[in-house]
Structures are given as C-alpha cells and as structure tokens.
C-alpha cells in the first residue's frame, strides 16, 4: 500500500482490474481482427454462394441467405466455447460422416447450378428461390464442412487469455467473427451483383454458372478426399 491510500482505495483497484478482466486486451484485438478478417474473406464454398446467389437473385437475397450461415457459425463457436468440437476432432467415425454428407451436398449443389436455366428476358432470371431456401441452402453448406468447426477449435483459442474467463472471450472473439463475416458476405453479395453487366447475356450467364459449379464441385471432391489434423487418435 502506498502512502496515503486507504484499505478503500485497494478494494477498489482491486475491483476496477478484475472488471477491465472482462474485456480482452487491446493489443491481442489489433491481432485478432485482421487474421480473422482474412479469414472471413478466404474464398470457398459459402462465399462463392454469395456471389451466385447475388447474381441471381440481388444484393439483398444473397445477403439475407447469408444468415443461415452466420447460424451455422453461431453454433459451431456454442460447440468449441463448451468444449465439445473435441469430439469431432478425435472421433474418425465423426468426422468422416460429417465430411461425407458435406462433400455430398456440394456435390449436389454444383449439378443443380450447372443445369440452373438461364433467362433470356431482359428483366434477368426469375426468383424461383425463396429466401429461407437460400439461408438453408447457406447453413448446409457451412454446417457440411467439419474442417470449419476446427477453424474455431484451433483458430480461436490462440487469442483467449488462460488468466481471463473464457467463456467471456469466447463470446466477445465469436461475436467479432461473426460480425466479420457478415461484412465478408456483403463484399462477396457486391462483387456478384457488380458483375451482373458482364452477365447480362444468356450465354455469358451459363458460362459463369458452370463455373461456380465447377469450383464447388472441386470443393466437394476436395472436402471428400481431406483428413483430419493430426493429433486424432
């Protein structure tokens, strides 16, 4: 105790550093943000649906549809803070049924955008797709990849203090990503209805479509043929 301070004083700073606790420390956010970021804006399946269905349907389906996904991550981030993505990340017979119906469903996805009909009315392709349906269709797709669930469980961790709650930690780096990725999604929903000029002609369109199911496709093969981390029993 320093000369002139109260026992008063004392429990105060004492409860003044255990409230600031709380919150992360400045210097691991700075780090966090951008690797986090980079992340989020790491081309794959889901942004790749953003663009399509931005394509498609508009800045604001896709956008929308886009929320199935962030539920898809909300409860990933639920798994790993409770500790139970563990069981992923050791079960083999886990992991590969996860990973088979993801790849699959990729798989499905890619030959249903190759033999998407094209409109040939100026007034762009009708909107056969329900929002709900994009947002599911978003949320399988991110649900169907057992390697995203690893991001948070080995990703997330490394920017948790031990000396600091960590259920509050997890909430506030989830949140952060969460909120990332919802800007990710905006870029990527941009991106696709900026390149609705290049599209406007029919056959321009189905080259576009065939391509984005090629990438899945390529995504689904890839999901199917990749292992576990090591470290698995």
């Known amino acids: 105790m320093f000369a002139g301070q109260t026992d008063r004083d004392v429990e105060?700073?004492?409860?003044?550093?255990?409230?600031t606790a709380l919150f992360m420390d400045t210097s691991t956010l700075?780090?966090?943000?951008p690797a986090c970021f980079a992340l989020n804006l790491a081309p794959?399946?889901?942004?790749?649906l953003s663009v399509s269905n931005a394509t498609r349907y508009g800045f604001r389906s896709s956008c929308i549809g886009g929320l199935g996904r962030l539920?898809?991550?909300?409860?990933?981030?639920s798994l790993a803070s409770a500790g139970l993505a563990v069981?992923?990340?050791?079960?083999e017979i886990v992991f590969q049924v996860v990973k088979l119906v993801g790849a699959l469903y990729l798989l499905y996805l890619a030959v249903q955008l190759w033999r998407a009909p094209i409109?040939?009315?100026d007034g762009g392709e009708v909107q056969q797709r329900t929002l709900f349906g994009l947002a599911k269709q978003e949320f399988l797709v991110a649900a169907g990849n057992p390697k995203a669930i690893l991001i948070f469980t080995a990703f997330l961790p490394q920017f948790v203090n031990p000396l600091m709650p960590a259920t509050h930690q997890f909430l506030m780096l989830g949140s952060l990503f969460l909120?990332?990725?919802?800007?990710?999604?905006?870029?990527?929903?941009?991106?696709?209805?900026s390149m609705r000029r290049l599209l406007a002609r029919?056959?321009?369109?189905?080259?576009?479509?065939?391509?984005?199911?090629?990438?899945?496709g390529v995504a689904g093969i890839g999901l199917l043929l990749s292992r576990r981390a090591p470290g698995g029993p």
């Open 12 to 19: 105060r700073g004492v409860r003044l550093h255990k409230d």
């Open 30 to 33: 700075i780090l966090f943000v």
């Open 44 to 48: 794959g399946p889901n942004n790749l």
């Open 71 to 77: 539920l898809a991550f909300v409860g990933m981030i």
């Open 87 to 91: 069981v992923l990340h050791t079960s």
């Open 119 to 121: 409109a040939k009315t």
């Open 179 to 193: 909120a990332l990725e919802a800007i990710a999604i905006a870029v990527y929903a941009y991106m696709g209805v």
């Open 202 to 216: 029919p056959e321009a369109k189905r080259i576009f479509n065939r391509s984005c199911a090629a990438l899945l």
